[in-house]
């Protein structure tokens, strides 16, 4: 990705008139300031780029420089400024872009102060779902029915002819009831036996991305490992296809009874992402042009891959560069941004509804999207 200049960090298009770039630089202002919650540094970038730009000479000193900033080695008095035409190169050149030496670090999450860390505590074993099972209750009804029509019977009662033959006809239809629910649960048993067998104790499939600029796949990959397995029913995924396609269009699936989160990881500049009324991802209130998501599709695709299944997306981003990235993620955006932090607060929350079920029909079509 191309270094970002001050058009960018404002903003503002290349071809902005000095009223546009007035307007950026007061709306940025307003959030970026110390007073609000900015840091010093920040500001002081955005007044410089806010000084170049407003200025028509500085402007096209820093146009001719492909993006370099130039400012004189000591400051002019007012009446120098007044009368200069051109100002004399500076030293350093100053610019926003990403940084390819700088490494995000790994996320450190305070579980204490996690609402649903401590909530599944009391959670003693996994469930294996499967649709269409008769499950305990079902076959133990049976049972029950059974043996209240037989007790009659068993205490020597005597009922007339007519009575006796619908009484017997009851009894011999709960017992077919009962001997299918049964043999259905006996079927089920063996299944799930057969479903642990397979996968034994795993929670991880697939592998994060191995390239050297995948690095915050595998941060991503560390932080659902550490933190969201606390939640014994929860399954991990990476790299999944959408169906149709071969490639992996899904950096990470986080699946949790018959809910399922798709993760994208992103390595995006530093500032405050969130996204406006429409989806529109935006940094620092201004359109987001700095990088792309098909995260909302891939939800889109997997809600028809697995209906009956809730479906959310979290576009978890680290900091290309030294600087302070946050994230205000909407709850109705289906694709929000994230921080690392919120990613475990929020979409382990929402996963802790059902904390120990896996729903093995829907557990084997995601896994069928694993590309290997």
């Known amino acids: 990705m191309p270094d970002v200049d001050y058009y960018e960090l404002l903003g503002v298009r290349p071809d902005a008139t000095p009223a546009q770039i007035k307007s950026a630089y007061r709306a940025l202002a307003r959030s970026m300031h110390p007073d609000t919650g900015g840091t010093a540094g920040t500001f002081r970038l955005l007044r410089d780029a806010y000084e170049t730009l407003g200025d028509p000479d500085r402007r096209a000193e820093y146009d001719a420089g492909n993006g370099e900033v130039v400012e004189p080695a000591v400051r002019p008095s007012p009446a120098a400024t007044a009368t200069r035409t051109r ?3 500076r030293t350093r050149t100053r610019r926003f872009g990403e940084d ?7 996320a450190r999450v305070d579980t204490t102060t996690i609402p649903w860390w401590h909530s599944v505590d009391s959670v003693a074993r996994v469930h294996y779902a499967h649709p269409g099972s008769p499950g305990h209750a079902p076959p133990a009804f049976a049972a029950a029915a059974v043996l209240v029509l037989a007790l009659p019977l068993l205490l020597g009662a005597s009922f007339p002819v007519p009575v006796l033959v619908v009484w017997l006809l009851l ?13 259905r649960h006996v079927a089920a048993l063996r299944s799930v036996r057969a479903f642990r067998s397979e996968f034994g104790g795993r929670t991880v499939f697939g592998k994060p991305g ?4 995948q690095i915050v796949e595998r941060l991503t990959a560390d932080l659902l490992s550490r933190y969201l397995t606390r939640l014994p029913g929860v399954r991990i995924f990476h790299g999944l296809a959408w169906p149709g396609s071969v490639f992996a269009d899904v950096d990470h699936a986080v699946l949790c009874g018959r809910r399922l ?7 995006w500049l530093p500032g ?16 987001f042009r700095g990088g792309g998501s098909r995260l909302a599709e891939s939800v889109e695709e997997f809600e028809i891959l697995l209906p009956g299944v809730e479906v959310r997306g979290a576009l978890v981003l680290y900091p290309s560069r030294a600087g302070e990235l946050t994230a205000d993620p909407d709850p109705e955006d289906p ?3 994230m921080t690392p932090d919120q ?12 904390p120990s079920t896996v729903d093995r029909n829907v557990f084997r079509t995601i896994l069928g999207r694993v590309v290997t």
Do not use: C
């Open 87 to 89: 100002w004399a190169p």
């Open 100 to 106: 390819p030496a700088f490494m995000p670090q790994a």
């Open 171 to 183: 009894l011999a239809g709960a017992l077919g009831v009962a001997f299918a629910l049964g043999r």
């Open 210 to 213: 191995q390239d050297d600029d």
């Open 261 to 267: 989160v798709l993760v994208e990881s992103k390595r």
């Open 272 to 287: 405050h992402y969130d996204t406006d009324e429409t989806g529109t991802l935006r940094r620092n209130g201004q359109r």
């Open 335 to 337: 694709a929000p941004p």
């Open 343 to 354: 990613l475990v607060r929020e979409l382990g929350d929402w996963l802790a509804v059902e």
